[in-house]
């Protein structure tokens, strides 16, 4: 067992794309553990679009880093020293690590995992992920047979589960995303009825017409993963009593895509006009709902009715990197740092 515990600080608000310079390299000695915790050595990180919001220094639903804070984010490890009972060497555990090598936390912020699936799995299509799109689908989503339903960033660990579930809901599913081999994964391992490439049009109206080619009967279910340009083709294609779920805006996490402001007057006239029903959901609120998502789940991912991608970087030093990359769409399924 190694005595150095290394982590990823913020060494600097970044100004819209992260650069690596806006992160730090840091090491020390293993804390010590005291009554009530658990040291846990990592052995995967979560890499999550919601971190880029963290980096900043605004009001949100959770705290900010501070410059010189570990990054925040969820890991899997191993027991390693425990004073706290229920827990004991070798267990393996997740919980909020933060971009680190160790981490004591306290036993009442762990929860135990068994080994029958993969130990990453608990952090995408088992974990906050996949649990996200499979109770924002149920709450507000709400689907139904013979409806169709378009999401973004859809060979994601979210978009893939909210792509499967209403499929298998007997909906018509529409993916988007970038570039043609994650249109190709999206209709060949998650099923989708068809997949459309926003990289291959420069704005919203090509976008729009190819979205009306691949939902002839308009679109009743817009899971917002995204913002941008997709949220622009999209609304004018909504129909009479859609909903949209909003869970993410990654095109707008890094202004990277514009802001859309032009577009307010016409985007509220259509959720009046359409009765749309929208619906800011933040994973947290649900919570209590997890073990209900946990074991409804587990057995579709252990028999293969759900699939899901995994992209491990390799090495505590590369998150920064993977993180960057997947804020740009340069990961493949659910970001994994395997330490
Ligand atoms: N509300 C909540 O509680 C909650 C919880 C979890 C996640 N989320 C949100 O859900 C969304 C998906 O999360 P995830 O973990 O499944 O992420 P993810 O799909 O693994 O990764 C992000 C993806 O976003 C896409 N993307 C990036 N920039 C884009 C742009 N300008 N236009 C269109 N797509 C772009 C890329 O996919 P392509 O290459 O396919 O474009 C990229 O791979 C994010 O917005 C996230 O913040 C919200």
């Known amino acids: 067992m190694t005595d150095t515990l290394t982590r990823i600080a913020l060494a600097r608000r970044p100004k819209g ?6 992160f730090s390299f840091e090491t020390s000695a293993l804390p010590e553990v005291s009554v009530g915790n ?17 980096m900043d220094d605004v009001k949100s639903y959770a705290p900010s880093v501070e410059i010189g804070g570990t990054m925040t984010g969820q890991g899997v490890g191993r027991v390693i020293a425990s004073k706290a009972e229920g827990f004991t060497e070798g267990d393996l555990v997740t919980g909020m690590t933060g971009w680190t090598s160790h981490a004591v936390l306290p036993a009442t912020e762990l929860r135990k995992l068994d080994d029958s699936l993969p130990p990453s799995t608990a952090l995408g299509v088992l974990g906050m992920p996949g649990f996200t799109g499979w109770v924002g689908l149920k709450e507000f989503g709400r689907p139904k047979a013979g409806q169709t339903l378009v999401v973004g960033a859809a060979t994601g660990p979210v978009g893939s589960m909210v792509g499967q579930l209403a499929k298998a809901a007997g909906m018509r599913t529409v993916a988007v995303a970038g570039g043609p081999e994650k249109c190709k994964l999206a209709v060949e391992t998650y ?11 420069a704005d919203a109206g090509a976008l729009r017409a190819a979205l009306a080619e691949a939902a002839p009967d308009g679109v009743d279910i817009y899971w917002e993963n995204v913002g941008g340009k997709l949220l622009e083709a999209v609304i004018p ?11 993410g805006m990654i095109a707008w996490y890094t202004g990277l895509d514009g802001d859309g402001s032009d577009r307010l007057p016409a985007l509220w006239r259509s959720v009046l006009v359409k009765r749309l029903s929208v619906n800011g959901m933040i994973v947290f609120d649900h919570w209590g709902r997890f073990p209900e998502f946990v074991s409804e789940v ?5 028999n293969k009715h759900i699939a899901y991608l995994e992209d ?3 090495g505590l030093e590369n ?18 740092v395997a330490l």
Not at 45 to 54: K, V
Not at 237 to 247: A, D, F, S
Not at 319 to 336: D, E, R, V, Y
Request: proline share 8%; glycine share 10%; hydrophobic share 45%.
């Open 191 to 201: 099923g989708f009825d068809a997949a459309i490439d926003h990289r291959a049009y």
């Open 38 to 54: 658990v040291l846990v050595a990592v052995t995967h990180l979560s890499l999550d679009p919601y971190m880029r919001g963290r």
């Open 237 to 247: 294609l909504m129909n009479v009593g859609g909903r949209i779920p909003v869970c």
């Open 17 to 22: 794309l992260p650069e690596p310079e806006d």
């Open 319 to 336: 998150a920064p990197k993977a993180f960057i990359s997947m804020l740009q769409g340069g990961n493949t399924g659910k970001q994994i």
């Open 312 to 314: 491990v970087a390799k």
């Open 298 to 302: 587990t057995p579709m991912v252990a």
